[in-house]
Each structure stands twice: as C-alpha cells, then as structure tokens.
C-alpha cells in the first residue's frame, strides 16, 4: 500500500471513530440539555424516589426503577446458569461436532429480534404461567418476561463467557491433561479461575442488555405503574415507560420527564459498560 | 407425487380465487362509480398514522384505492390518537388519525383541520367465559379504581380481576375515562397495553381480565358488557341510547390538498362511508 492511501485510510477511519463517539456524547448531551429543567431545578433526585401519578402532578419513576432492576436481576439469574452450562458443555464436557452446532446455533440467536420473543412469550408462555400460578392473575408479569429476556440475554453471555474460556493459556490445559485430570476435572480446576473475567463481563454485558431491551418487557410485564411486590406482579420498566409515554402530548410535564428517565438508563447503562472496561483493563494488566 | 398433486390443487385454487376477484372485480367497478375514481391518473404517497380504532377502515380503503390505482401507495401505522395529532402537526405524516377531537391548544399550534367520518362506542368487555355480562356504572368505577377486586362480588366465579387499560396516548381511554368513569380514578396495578388490537387479544387469553375496546373492534373473541342495561354495539351507539362515544377523526395541517384531499372524500362519500358500516361503526352521511 503506498503512503498516501495509508493515510486516507487513517483519515477515514478515524472520521468515522469520531462520529460514533460523537454521537453517543451528542445524545448524552441531548438529555442532560432537555431534562435540565427537571435536574437543574433539583427535581432529579426526587424523581427518582417518587410514584408515577400525572392526575396528581407526580412524575417520578420509581416503579420504573424497581420494575427494570428486578426483571433485569432476574432475567440474569435465569440465563446464568444456561450460559454457563451450555459454555462447559462447548468447552471440553461435550462432543466436538454437537459444540460447533450449539455454538452456530447460539450465534443465530443473537439475531432473532427481541418482537419474536414477545410475541412468542404473549402466546406460549404468559398462558402457562397464568395457569400455573393463579395469583399471577393475567400472566403478564415479571417472573414471564425475566424468563423470556433471558433467552435474549443468553447468546450474549455465552459469547463472552466463551470468550473467557477460550483465552486460558493452553499450557495450563496441556499441564492439567499432563497430570492426568480428566475433562470436569480441567474445567472445574483450571478453566473456570482462569476464565472468570470473561465470566463477570458477560453477566454484566447480559445485564446491560437486560435493562435496555423494550419491546419484551412492553409486551409481556403488564405495564403496570406501582411497585411490584411480588415476581408474579405486573410491572413497568424504564424503556416501557419510555415507550409508553413518548406518544403522549408533547407538551405535558409527563413528556418532558422522560428525558430525565432516559438519562437515568443512559448512566445505568454507562456504569455497566465502565464496570466491564474496568475488569478488562484489570485483566490486561495481569 | 404429493407435490404434484398438491401444485395441481394450488394451481385450481389460485385459478378459482383470480375469477372470484374478477367477478368482484367488475361488480364493484359497476357499483363504484365515484370517488375512487378520482384516483385515476395519479400517483404519490399518503402517509397515516395516529388512533389504532381507525386502523381497520384505513386499511380497506387503502386497499380500495391502491388496487384500483397501483401508482399510488398509502402507509398506515398505529400509535394512537396523540401521535396521531402530533405527528401530522408536525409534517411527519399527511393524515394523522385520532379517536377523539384534538384539543383548542393543539388545533391552534399545528392549525389543524378536523374530518369526522365515523362514530365509534368504546365498550368494555371480558373474556367470553366469563359470566357476568352487565355492569353499572357504579361498578364499573370501583372495578378501575380498585374498590372490587373479585369478581365473585358482580355475581362471576372466585377469581381476582385482572384490570386492563390503554396508555396516555390512547384516544380510546380518553373517551372511556371521561364518558364511563367520570374521570375517576385508575388502579396503579393496572396492566398497560398499546392498541385495540393488544386489548382484544390480552382480553381473549386471560379469562379474568376487564379491559374496553372500540365497539368496531369488538368481535367473538371479546365479550362486550352492557352498562347500566345498554349493550355496546352499533345500534346502541347510533341511537346515542350508549353514551360512551366518540367520533373517529381524520385531522390535517391546514387545508388538505392532492391525494390527502382525495383520501378525505373518499371516506366521506357512499363508497368510504359503506366501509366504515362494513368495518362496525356508525356512519356520519
């Protein structure tokens, strides 16, 4: 390559670096610009620790908060488990040739839209658990969409936790086979503190995609604004809430406090992304 | 050798729908002679969007329009009411629907004109197996704001109510909140979702569940509830004996002109207006 298309190279490339970092501070600043009315005004904090309730002038988002943190939590707690088993089973515990379909197989997933999942989840499963538990009364509930978010967040984890297991020095592999440890032996002993970076990045990546999916908490928790009180409640999460409230009156008070509600996902979003630069720098530095 | 067969039965079935379109076909060019004619010749987009009532006769006087003139293609989308005004205001979409009449503030700030082609009943309804089939009104606001929680206290089996409502940019909930509950109050733990559409189908899967829907919406898979003795159903409504009504708007920003004008006469004329009979709501001509 000669010196100059080295250098248009450098250029584009950097251009459009520039424009991704730029528009994700422009948004940043698009928030803080328009929900400044609210955060200036030291409205922002009591919005955080208030019910929702425009008939009475009171817009804070606390339902939201709890409805996001306990889907999210719990949707995790789900897809933990089915990650980490499916990474042992494609890492070592089974047959090459079923690892390498599973591991197609979880790639497709990631692509199916989050709408499929809510769909599926409004006719397959929210019937079940409505049958299953009656004071779930219409099935729409936390407990229905953390079990169908897990599925989204799945793939995820299991990409980063394969990740994770993947970059164990093989010397230590070779070491423990050398020593005689049979396959649940390697993994148990040498992959699984080995690769527990990888492991915290994917439950915290998964996490971060638990809490910004909409559409599978819109269609399928119920929706309703009060602090759930149980996992068969119906609840509200921050992007629903989001979702729900942007087609209301544009001049509403309601409207304009879904600035600062997207603000708060936008830092809770920023604190998982720095959580895991954070392991990873650690990881580097090791 | 299925497949054969099965092509074949394809092939006859395909030759038999085209004839019956054709046959339509010339019995609706014979019977329609009017505003869709209006059409011909011309070509671009109507953009739509707004109330999710409106939705079904948009549909099939899209459909009208577009298979007699091909050179014209209308899109339609939900949102409800309150996108609806916002965004035609806004120069986003041509028509903005909304299921109830846009407010002396917003009419004002996007200097909107207002097309009333329908009215529509905004009934509630439960789960067909559900026994109780009337309600007051009285009643009716102690289900929404969570006094009645049972509905063994209206005369219905031991099981919990499962109350379902629309979001603020509803023009359905609008009406049903002003006209049915007297503005009353909504119990917080009330299930949210986002169209006619969604209410009817949360409504036909969860057999406890109250919520309303537009009385063109209404179908077996719903159980319309009579209140305070009157059923929710078209006569009903167009006798105005059901007061919880509405009319369904088409709104525009400032006079409408070209194809958005057209569309607009067409619902309003015999052919538009036959749809919106078909469709189950009352007519305005």
């Known amino acids: 390559m000669t010196r100059a298309t080295q250098k248009a190279a450098r250029i584009v490339f950097f251009l459009s670096a520039a424009a991704s970092a730029m528009a ?246 920023a604190l998982a992304v720095i959580a895991v630069r954070r392991l990873d720098g650690k990881r580097g530095q090791a | 050798m299925f497949g054969r067969i099965r092509t074949g039965i394809i092939k006859k079935m395909g030759i038999a729908a085209i004839s019956l379109l054709t046959v339509a076909a010339l019995f609706l060019g014979a019977a329609q002679a009017g505003a869709i004619d209006q059409f011909s010749g011309l070509k671009g987009d109507i953009r739509i969007s707004g109330g999710t009532a409106h939705i079904p006769v948009m549909k099939e006087a899209a459909k009208q329009i577009m298979s007699a003139n091909p050179e014209i293609s209308i899109s339609i989308a939900g949102g409800g009411s309150g996108v609806g005004i916002k965004q035609v205001g806004e120069g986003i979409v041509d028509i903005g629907n909304s299921g109830r009449a846009p407010s002396e503030a917003e009419k004002e700030k996007y200097g909107l004109k207002l097309f009333k082609w329908a009215i529509d009943g905004v009934g509630v309804a439960v789960n067909p197996g559900n026994p109780v089939t009337a309600l007051t009104k009285a009643q009716l606001k102690d289900i929404y704001s969570g006094k009645i929680t049972n509905w063994k206290d209206l005369g219905g089996s031991d099981a919990p109510i499962t109350v379902y409502t629309r979001d603020a940019s509803s023009g359905t909930r609008a009406v049903f909140w002003k006209k049915a509950l007297g503005k009353g109050d909504i119990v917080s733990s009330a299930n949210f979702v986002v169209s006619n559409g969604a209410m009817k189908t949360a409504i036909a899967n969860d057999p406890n569940a109250i919520g309303y829907v537009s009385v063109g919406h209404m179908d077996v898979s719903v159980a319309g509830v009579s209140l305070d003795g009157v059923s929710p159903a078209i006569e009903t409504v167009k006798s105005g004996e059901y007061t919880v009504a509405r009319g369904l708007y088409s709104n525009t920003k400032g006079d409408p002109s070209g194809l958005t004008k057209l569309f607009i006469a067409y619902l309003l004329s015999p052919e538009g207006q036959q749809i919106v009979v078909q469709k189950g709501f009352v007519p305005v001509n």
């Not at chain 1, 009171?58 to 939201?64: R, V």
């Not at chain 1, 949707?75 to 079923?98: D, K, Y």
């Not at chain 1, 009156?249 to 603000?263: P, Q, R, V």
């Open chain 1, 24 to 269: 994700a501070a422009l948004v940043f600043g698009f928030l803080l610009v328009f929900g400044f009315p609210l955060i200036g005004g030291g409205e922002f904090f009591s919005l955080l620790t208030r019910p929702w309730s425009p008939g009475q002038g009171l817009y804070g988002f606390l339902p939201m908060i709890t409805g996001t943190a306990a889907i999210s939590f719990l949707s995790i707690v789900f897809a933990f488990p089915l990650s980490l088993g499916t990474v042992c089973f494609m890492g070592g515990l089974g047959p090459a040739r079923i690892s390498r379909l599973v591991d197609g197989f979880v790639r497709f997933m990631t692509g199916i839209p989050t709408v499929i999942y809510g769909f599926l989840g409004i006719f397959l499963l929210v019937p079940v658990v409505r049958t299953l538990f009656t004071s779930a009364g219409s099935g729409m509930c936390i407990l229905s969409a953390s079990l169908m978010l897990s599925l989204l967040v799945s793939p995820t984890m299991i990409i980063f936790f394969k990740d994770g297991f993947d970059s164990v020095d093989f010397r230590y592999i070779q070491a423990a086979d050398a020593l005689g440890a049979d396959s649940v032996q390697r993994l148990i002993y040498v992959i699984l503190p080995e690769a527990w970076p990888g492991i915290v990045t994917g439950v915290i990546m998964g996490l971060g995609r638990a809490m910004g999916d909409t559409l599978i908490a819109l269609m399928i928790a119920g929706n309703a604004v009060h602090v759930p009180g149980s996992i068969l409640d119906s609840a509200r999460t921050l992007t629903s809430h989001i979702a729900l409230v942007s087609a209301s009156d544009y001049e509403s008070l309601a409207f304009k406090s879904i600035f600062a509600c997207g603000l708060t996902l936008y830092v809770l979003n």
